[in-house]
């Protein structure tokens, strides 16, 4: 089964469509019959954009122009609603590479948060992958649940989510030795490394994502200590917009400089013993659990979001599932979601 239809050729009802509006203003609407894009410059008509081209720019009842995209995944995982902060696409992209997620991969993903990365993962393995996610709360797997469907507009056999720990439900969930990759992002991946040495495959990789230095410190100590890993790889990914416009070429004032560190291992063989691993002795790891406190999620400056909040996310992310749904069959009700042009 395909898991990305995303469509190409004319506008139809059902698509969702990017509009840059006067100074950049960004709407993303549900094509739907009868559906009207309202703003203080006028009204766009849906049907206006069927049967268009990706790319058309259209005129509103203002005589204002809209510039009408399909959007991309990194702009749809941008605005999607979140539950927890999403891994943004520049480390999606570096995930994918550094983690070697391939097609007909098996992985394991925890969390699934808002199913940003999901999206990426659930790409990259394609039609014959199998991507398994685990998330402990409840409400954040409805969220990710709604935005996958609503991007991908369908729910994908190749997707299980598992609401669940990762330390207690992956054993339940697959056979040891079984999974190809493990991507965590989460606050304590230490926690879950053991249960994950079980069920990669020799030669398998777990790939985790964090967002401090304190955070990765600690992970590569449990991985290195645990002796069943390869050394471990860090690294941080940076993208640097320009500015190119005639001899004006320079790079962008503003960037987003601090997301999350990546770092990598590969799970050895049972019983391998590389030569850097037995210098190193096993050392055992320098944190005891005292140290826990340090990576609580409020000292580690991990926002949590109220459960009123947390609720309303859940309420929006499956309003535009059901506006996706109910455009796709070509009645009225879809969702849509207005943001601020980002540059
Ligand atoms: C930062 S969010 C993940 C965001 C997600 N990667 C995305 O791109 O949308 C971290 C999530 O991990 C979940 N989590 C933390 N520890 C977990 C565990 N041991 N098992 C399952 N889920 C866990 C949290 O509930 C939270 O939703």
Request: net charge negative; charged share 25%.
């Amino acid at each position: 089964m395909n898991v990305d239809l995303r469509p190409a050729g004319p506008f139809r009802y059902g698509d969702r469509v990017q509009l840059t509006g006067p100074k950049g203003r960004l709407h993303t609407v549900t094509l739907r019959e009868g559906g009207e894009l309202h703003t203080h410059h006028g009204v766009l008509k849906h049907e206006n954009l069927v049967g268009q081209p990706d790319g058309s720019v259209v005129t509103n009842s203002g005589d204002h122009e809209y510039l009408a995209l399909r959007p991309l995944l990194r702009d749809f995982v941008m605005s999607m609603p979140r539950g927890a902060a999403i891994v943004y696409p520049k480390d999606a992209a570096q995930i994918l590479a550094a983690a070697d997620i391939f097609p007909g991969a098996r992985v394991v993903e925890a969390g699934v948060g808002s199913g940003a990365l999901s999206l990426w993962l659930l790409r990259a393995i394609g039609a014959q992958g199998a991507l398994t996610s685990f998330e402990r709360r409840e409400e954040f797997a409805q969220v990710a649940e709604a935005n996958v469907e609503t991007y991908l507009g369908h729910a994908p056999d190749t997707w299980k989510v598992v609401v669940g720990d990762l330390v207690e439900a992956l054993p339940d969930e697959v056979e040891p030795a079984s999974v190809d990759r493990v991507v965590l992002d989460m606050l304590a991946p230490w926690e879950c490394i053991d249960v994950v040495a079980d069920a990669l495959t020799p030669g398998g990789v777990v790939l985790c994502y964090i967002a401090t230095a304190t955070q990765l410190s600690r992970v590569a100590e449990y991985i290195r200590a645990t002796g069943l890993f390869t050394e471990p790889e860090a690294t941080e990914t940076m993208v640097r917009g320009w500015h190119v416009e005639g001899l004006a070429v320079r790079p962008d004032h503003r960037m987003v400089a601090h997301t999350g560190f990546l770092i990598t291992a590969r799970r050895l063989a049972p019983g391998a013993v590389p030569p850097d691993v037995r210098r190193r002795a096993l050392k055992k790891p320098s944190y005891a659990d005292e140290d826990v406190e340090m990576w609580t999620p409020g000292a580690v400056g991990d926002r949590a979001i109220t459960d009123k909040n947390l609720r309303k996310r859940v309420r929006e992310a499956e309003r535009a599932r059901e506006g996706a749904r109910q455009a796709g069959r070509g009645a009225d009700g879809a969702e849509d979601t207005e943001t601020d042009a980002v540059d």
